[in-house]
């Protein structure tokens, strides 16, 4: 809104963002403000003296074998679960899209897994790959595959894809279908009119135009894959066996809350805030050129 | 004919994707009403048992089998509700008048604090959680309602989706209402709120969802298990996960506790694609 203000009281808006102001204070900016300070100090571990170390604490944490691994896997992790997700969504959407018979249906049947917990889903898939009660898990014992995912690595990773794929798939269909929907229909029926296939209509008309929906489910699918599946971690495998599923979230948490390493834990979530930002900012710099240009 | 085969082939793969998404719980409920021995000894049937009654019943009231103690899931869905409601209704009032000092306003320090605000949309609670505890502890939030609440009330979504709405509103129905007597707080009330209330019940479904499903911050602020929210509560029962547990309560628990979040989503499905869509703008 530009030009004058509506209205001219000179107390009131301070009133009015004082509850939004007032919380984000105390648990955002306070939290934040502590973590990059805890990063560049360190304690001994009774927590007696305290000492200014500058970017030691990232030099250890960057050294670490263990926090490369986080990273690696992390990565890998956040790659294996957008990509399939997106593809998954993305058919599910173009059938979807169709003007089939029981349209509706599909689509709400399609949706509800979105009000599930990142961990509600683990659980569900827990019982079904449980290695000696799970059906799916006696049925892969039954054709030879030795299944236990308390043991195997590959395993466990595999097992918290699925779990944080099948939640995110609703997610994307949703924004899928509306991109799909706000296609004009004239532009595919002139494609069509060329002789175009509908192979050659998706790739060459269709996709293009998703690109800003695909962008923006990327950004949020790594967000997610790095952040939210946390639960679906911690409610499987808690980050095991061994180190096969402990990404930068888990390991931030085991380190910071179970084994007490503050400093080492607050460089971590230094490390994560940065990424999350980076991400953001890519997003929001990529909507505002969508802004002006189309 | 081509187009007749094309619809049978986009029926197979929306059939397969629902089948997929569908089979687990599916399996969740059936295995909510076989006994524990059935489970336990890996014969799951892939039909409902008879047991499904007194499932229910015992974990809604007591929680705790033979092999596993919990929480009632009486209690647990009290305190998942609370949470949510509290979340959903907090969120959506504090970012509403957050909203309407930007837009409707100007004061000195107005760009910073949309600056501040717009900056917590970067920063989830999982990134900087640690330092967060200690906050809440040193506040004595811990095992407290306040202490679940009041953290998560940060989020710049809200405020970021009323000021899009809130910049449509025309100027001159403002303009009316002024002469007509009216000061900022009625103008907001009476005019505002009501041309605003299909994203306030778009933003609901959202927020409902995430404060039910919320799992980091109540797994660290409570300890008591006369506070633990039913996800939560689940993922405890589960423990290290063995085969002889008590399956059949754990199954039932989840059932109910996908219910309701479940529920809310499909009844107002309308709101909650227009909500998402809206706040991705």
Same mark, same amino acid.
Do not use: C
């Given at each position: 809104?530009?030009?004058?203000?509506? @209205?001219?009281?000179? !107390?009131?808006?301070?009133?009015?963002?004082?509850?939004?102001?007032?919380?984000?204070?105390?648990?955002?900016?306070?939290?934040?403000?502590?973590?990059?300070?805890?990063?560049?100090?360190?304690?001994?571990?009774?927590?007696?003296?305290?000492?200014?170390?500058? !970017? $030691?604490?990232?030099?250890?944490? @960057?050294?670490?074998?263990?926090?490369?691994? +986080?990273?690696?896997?992390?990565?890998?992790?956040?790659?294996?679960?957008?990509?399939?997700?997106?593809?998954?969504? !993305?058919?599910?959407?173009?059938? /979807?899209? &169709?003007?089939?018979?029981?349209?509706?249906?599909?689509?709400?049947?399609?949706?509800?897994?979105?009000? *599930?917990?990142? /961990?509600?889903?683990?659980?569900?898939?827990?019982?079904?790959?449980?290695?000696?009660?799970?059906?799916?898990?006696?049925?892969?014992?039954?054709?030879?595959?030795?299944?236990?995912?308390?043991?195997?690595?590959?395993?466990?990773?595999?097992?918290?894809?699925?779990?944080?794929?099948?939640?995110?798939?609703?997610?994307?269909?949703?924004?899928?279908?509306?991109?799909?929907?706000?296609?004009?229909?004239?532009? *595919?029926?002139?494609?069509?009119?060329?002789?175009? %296939?509908?192979?050659? =209509?998706?790739?060459?008309?269709?996709?293009?135009?998703?690109?800003?929906?695909?962008?923006?489910?990327? #950004?949020?699918?790594?967000?997610?894959?790095?952040?939210?599946?946390?639960?679906?971690?911690?409610?499987?495998?808690?980050?095991?066996?061994?180190?096969?599923?402990?990404?930068?979230?888990?390991?931030?948490?085991?380190?910071?809350?179970?084994?007490?390493?503050?400093?080492?834990?607050?460089?971590?979530?230094?490390?994560?805030?940065?990424?999350?930002?980076?991400?953001?900012? #890519?997003? @929001?710099?990529?909507? $505002?050129?969508? =802004?002006?240009?189309? | 004919? &081509?187009?007749?085969?094309?619809?049978?082939?986009?029926?197979?793969?929306?059939?397969?994707?629902?089948?997929?998404?569908?089979?687990?719980?599916?399996?969740? @409920?059936?295995?909510?009403?076989?006994?524990?021995?059935?489970?336990?000894?890996?014969?799951?049937?892939?039909?409902?048992? %008879?047991?499904?009654? $007194?499932?229910?019943?015992?974990?809604?009231?007591?929680?705790?089998?033979?092999?596993?103690?919990?929480?009632?899931?009486?209690?647990?869905?009290?305190?998942?509700?609370?949470?949510?409601?509290?979340? +959903?209704?907090?969120?959506?009032?504090?970012?509403?008048? +957050? /909203?309407?000092?930007?837009?409707?306003?100007?004061?000195?320090?107005?760009?910073?604090?949309?600056?501040?605000?717009?900056?917590?949309?970067?920063?989830?609670? $999982?990134?900087?959680?640690?330092?967060?505890?200690?906050? /809440?502890?040193?506040?004595?939030?811990?095992? %407290?309602? +306040?202490?679940?609440?009041?953290?998560?009330?940060?989020?710049?979504?809200?405020?970021?989706?009323? &000021?899009?709405?809130?910049?449509?509103?025309? &100027?001159?129905?403002?303009?009316?209402?002024?002469?007509?007597?009216?000061?900022?707080?009625?103008?907001?009330?009476?005019?505002?709120?009501?041309?605003?209330?299909? %994203?306030?019940?778009?933003?609901?479904?959202?927020?409902?969802?995430?404060?039910?499903?919320?799992?980091?911050?109540?797994?660290?602020?409570?300890?008591?298990?006369?506070?633990?929210?039913?996800?939560?509560?689940?993922?405890?029962?589960?423990?290290?996960?063995?085969?002889?547990?008590?399956?059949?309560?754990?199954?039932?628990?989840?059932?109910?506790?996908?219910?309701?979040?479940?529920?809310?989503?499909?009844?107002?499905?309308?709101?909650? #694609?227009?909500?998402?869509?809206?706040?991705?703008?």
């Amino acid at each position: 809104m530009t030009g004058s203000p509506v @209205f001219k009281n000179k !107390l009131l808006p301070y009133l009015l963002v004082a509850p939004q102001i007032a919380v984000t204070g105390v648990f955002f900016v306070w939290p934040a403000a502590q973590a990059i300070q805890q990063a560049v100090l360190r304690s001994d571990p009774f927590g007696l003296r305290t000492r200014f170390v500058g !970017l $030691e604490n990232f030099k250890v944490l @960057f050294s670490d074998p263990y926090y490369l691994g +986080a990273i690696r896997l992390s990565f890998l992790f956040a790659a294996a679960v957008t990509l399939v997700a997106l593809s998954v969504a !993305l058919l599910l959407a173009v059938m /979807a899209h &169709r003007p089939l018979r029981g349209a509706r249906v599909y689509k709400t049947l399609l949706i509800w897994p979105y009000a *599930l917990a990142p /961990a509600m889903a683990a659980v569900l898939w827990l019982f079904l790959f449980q290695p000696s009660i799970g059906i799916v898990a006696r049925a892969l014992q039954g054709v030879g595959i030795a299944w236990n995912y308390t043991l195997d690595g590959g395993q466990a990773f595999f097992l918290v894809v699925l779990a944080s794929v099948w939640k995110l798939v609703s997610y994307n269909f949703i924004f899928f279908l509306a991109g799909l929907q706000a296609i004009p229909k004239s532009l *595919l029926e002139a494609a069509r009119v060329d002789g175009a %296939s509908s192979r050659r =209509v998706f790739w060459s008309v269709v996709f293009p135009l998703l690109t800003p929906t695909t962008f923006f489910l990327l #950004v949020m699918n790594t967000v997610y894959a790095f952040i939210d599946t946390f639960g679906v971690i911690d409610a499987l495998t808690k980050g095991g066996p061994g180190k096969a599923t402990e990404t930068m979230v888990y390991k931030l948490f085991v380190d910071g809350y179970k084994n007490f390493q503050i400093n080492s834990s607050a460089a971590q979530s230094v490390v994560l805030m940065a990424l999350v930002i980076l991400l953001t900012a #890519v997003q @929001f710099r990529f909507i $505002e050129r969508r =802004v002006h240009y189309a | 004919m &081509r187009e007749l085969r094309q619809n049978g082939f986009a029926h197979l793969v929306l059939l397969v994707g629902i089948g997929i998404l569908l089979f687990p719980l599916y399996m969740a @409920f059936i295995g909510s009403t076989h006994d524990a021995a059935t489970i336990g000894r890996g014969r799951l049937p892939l039909t409902p048992g %008879s047991h499904m009654v $007194e499932n229910y019943l015992q974990a809604w009231n007591y929680g705790t089998g033979e092999r596993v103690a919990g929480t009632p899931v009486r209690i647990m869905m009290a305190n998942s509700l609370a949470m949510a409601l509290a979340i +959903a209704v907090g969120k959506i009032v504090v970012s509403v008048l +957050a /909203a309407y000092a930007v837009v409707f306003f100007r004061f000195p320090g107005r760009t910073f604090f949309f600056w501040l605000i717009f900056l917590t949309l970067m920063l989830p609670l $999982e990134v900087r959680i640690i330092p967060s505890y200690k906050v /809440a502890s040193d506040l004595g939030l811990l095992d %407290s309602f +306040a202490g679940l609440i009041l953290p998560l009330l940060v989020s710049a979504t809200g405020t970021l989706l009323f &000021r899009q709405v809130f910049l449509t509103v025309p &100027r001159e129905l403002l303009d009316a209402a002024k002469i007509d007597g009216a000061g900022p707080l009625r103008i907001l009330v009476s005019v505002i709120v009501p041309l605003s209330r299909p %994203s306030l019940a778009a933003l609901f479904v959202i927020l409902f969802v995430y404060g039910w499903n919320q799992y980091l911050w109540p797994l660290l602020i409570t300890t008591d298990p006369k506070m633990n929210t039913i996800v939560i509560g689940i993922v405890k029962m589960l423990g290290t996960s063995e085969a002889m547990m008590d399956w059949n309560l754990v199954m039932a628990t989840t059932v109910m506790a996908l219910g309701v979040p479940v529920a809310v989503v499909l009844l107002l499905q309308r709101w909650l #694609v227009k909500g998402l869509v809206e706040t991705e703008k």
